[in-house]
C-alpha cells in the first residue's frame, strides 16, 4: 500500500467518525416488525455471543403499545414491543449487585456517539478514572445512548461484547454497539420504559407494573455505564 493511499484512507476514517458524532438530528424510529441487518463491515458481535442473547423477534404475550421498551433485568432481555403478539428481543448487561432499579420511565434524550462524564460519585470511588471521554470507539457508552427521565441511567451502547447477558454495570442497560444502533432508530423520544424488578419471571406474561410513568426504585443512586 502506498504513503498516498493510506493517508487518504486515514482522513476518510476520521470524516466518517467526525461526521457520526456531530449528527444533530436523531433519525426518526420505526414500529415496522422486521429486524434490519447487521451493517457488513461492522464486527460480527452476534458470533461471539449465545444464540440466546443474540437478536431476534420473539412472541411476546406481555400487553403494552407498540414501541415501548421492557427491560428484563434478571433474565438479561430487553424487548422492544412490536404489537400483534411479538417484540424484538435483545440481550444486554444489566447492573451489577446492589445496582439494580426498577420501576417505569421513559426515554427523554437520544445521542449519536456521547461523550461520557464519570458521575462525581463514581470518581470518588474510582478517582483514576477520566473526568471526561468525548465520544467514539474507544467511548464505554459506545455507538448510541437513550437517556432514561429522571435517573441518571441510559441504555446505550459497549464495546465489548462479552459483557452481554452479565450482571456488571452500575445501573445503566448496555447493549452491543449493532445492536443499540438497532434499537436506536426505532426508538421514539417519549418512549414508555419499564424495568422488570429482579425476581421477575420471563416476559412476566400474566402481570403488570402499575408504577407511574416518572417512578423507579432505584437500590444505589449512582450509575456508571
Known amino acids: 500500500m502506498s504513503y498516498k493511499t493510506l493517508i487518504a484512507g486515514s482522513l476518510a476514517a476520521l470524516v466518517a467518525l467526525s461526521c457520526a458524532a456531530a449528527q444533530a438530528e436523531p433519525p426518526s424510529g420505526s414500529l415496522a416488525p422486521q429486524v434490519a441487518p447487521a451493517d457488513p463491515s461492522a464486527p460480527d458481535a452476534d458470533a461471539q455471543m449465545a444464540p440466546r442473547l443474540q437478536r431476534q423477534i420473539v412472541a411476546y404475550a406481555r400487553n403494552e403499545a407498540p414501541g415501548t421498551i421492557v427491560i428484563d433485568t434478571p433474565h438479561t432481555f430487553l424487548y422492544y414491543v412490536l404489537g400483534n403478539g411479538q417484540a424484538i428481543r435483545y ?40 473526568r471526561m471521554v468525548g465520544g467514539g470507539p474507544g467511548n464505554p457508552l459506545g455507538a448510541r445512548a437513550m437517556y432514561l427521565g429522571g435517573t441518571e441511567y441510559r441504555i446505550h451502547g459497549t464495546n465489548d461484547p462479552t459483557t452481554i447477558g452479565k450482571h456488571v454495570s452500575s445501573g445503566c442497560i448496555r447493549l452491543t454497539n449493532e445492536d443499540v444502533e438497532n434499537l436506536y432508530e426505532r426508538v421514539q423520544i417519549g418512549a414508555k420504559v419499564i424495568v422488570l424488578p429482579q425476581g421477575a419471571p420471563t416476559q412476566m406474561a400474566q402481570r403488570t407494573v402499575s408504577a407511574p410513568r416518572t417512578s423507579w426504585n432505584v437500590t444505589r443512586p449512582s450509575a456508571l455505564y
Open 91 to 130: 440481550g444486554i448487561g444489566v447492573g451489577r449487585a446492589g445496582f439494580t432499579w426498577s420501576g417505569v420511565t421513559q426515554v427523554v434524550r437520544k445521542a449519536e456517539w456521547p461523550d461520557w462524564y464519570p458521575p462525581a460519585e463514581m470518581i470518588a470511588r474510582q478517582p483514576y478514572l477520566p
